[in-house]
């Protein structure tokens, strides 16, 4: 069972910057598709940014240019650097991750077996 653990949120005001990890229990981030996805009360869980097995990142629009996914493999761990944040960014955060058939973009809720349990950001104007 792979389990993720998220840290790094908090509160920051608008136009700054803040970075998640997500660290995996087993040797995850090399051979899995990672993600984040964002839920703001009342809302779907959306599609945030992901990292193939392969290394290769992928962003949602919203925030193509201003989040940075990557991945440290000998640590196990994800991150997501978000910088010129907007209040509409804030949301609770969760990293994803699943074992793909092939090398290619993941990003539906029900393309992924495993969550973490979330990291709350608030963005304030």
């Known amino acids: 069972q792979t389990q993720l653990v998220e840290s790094g949120g908090g509160l920051v005001q608008a136009g700054g910057s803040l970075r998640l990890s997500c660290i995996a229990s087993r040797s995850t981030v090399a051979r899995y598709n990672m993600a984040w996805f964002r839920q703001s009360p009342g809302k779907d869980r959306q599609f945030v940014a992901g990292?193939?097995?392969?290394?290769?990142?992928f962003y949602a629009d919203s925030v193509k240019g201003r989040f940075t996914v990557s991945r440290d493999i000998p640590k196990n761990t994800v991150y997501l650097q978000m910088n010129s944040l907007k209040p509409a960014d804030t949301a609770a955060y969760f990293c994803?991750?699943?074992?793909?058939?092939?090398?290619?973009?993941?990003?539906?809720?029900?393309?992924?077996?495993?969550w973490g349990q979330g990291a709350q950001v608030t963005v304030s104007p």
């Open positions: 990292i193939r097995w392969s290394g290769v990142p």
């Open positions: 994803a991750a699943v074992v793909p058939s092939g090398d290619y973009e993941t990003r539906g809720l029900d393309d992924y077996d495993y």
